[in-house]
């Protein structure tokens, strides 16, 4: 059975960075599309960023562009999420998500993956 462990998060101020890992577990990483998703308490969860089973294609929500990069390694079967420059509103609970169809692009919407993790905080604040 997959599993999905994400770990990095914290509280860090205006402007810093940090990096989120997805450790996966429990079957072949390469074949898959990962995506990195966020949540706020009472509000639904928002898309933040995905990167194809091959690595060649990524796209970010506009809200992130140019600050946060995905990145995934076969060899540690993990998936990173560099956040630079982060702000205020940056602050949520951040999920991994994977569908379990090897080489599906699942999209932006959060019902189009059946694999999650179980979230890591990050808190912007100064």
């Known amino acids: 059975q997959v599993r999905l462990v994400e770990f990095g998060g914290r509280t860090v101020k205006p402007g810093d960075s940090l990096r989120l890992t997805c450790a996966v577990s429990?079957?072949?990483?390469?074949?898959?599309?990962m995506a990195w998703f966020r949540q706020v308490p009472g509000e639904d969860r928002e898309f933040v960023a995905f990167?194809?089973?091959?690595?060649?294609?990524?796209n970010y929500a506009d809200s992130v562009k140019g600050r946060f990069t995905i990145s995934k390694d076969n060899a540690k079967n993990s998936l990173y999420l560099q956040m630079n420059n982060l702000k205020p509103e940056d602050t949520a609970v951040y999920y991994c998500?994977?569908?379990?169809?090897?080489?599906?692009?699942?999209?932006?919407?959060?019902?189009?993956?059946?694999?999650w993790g179980q979230g890591t905080q990050v808190t912007v604040s100064a």
């Open positions: 998500a994977a569908p379990n169809v090897p080489r599906m692009a699942p999209g932006q919407s959060p019902g189009g993956y059946d694999d």
């Open positions: 429990g079957r072949t990483f390469s074949p898959y599309a």
């Open positions: 990167i194809s089973w091959s690595g060649a294609t990524t």
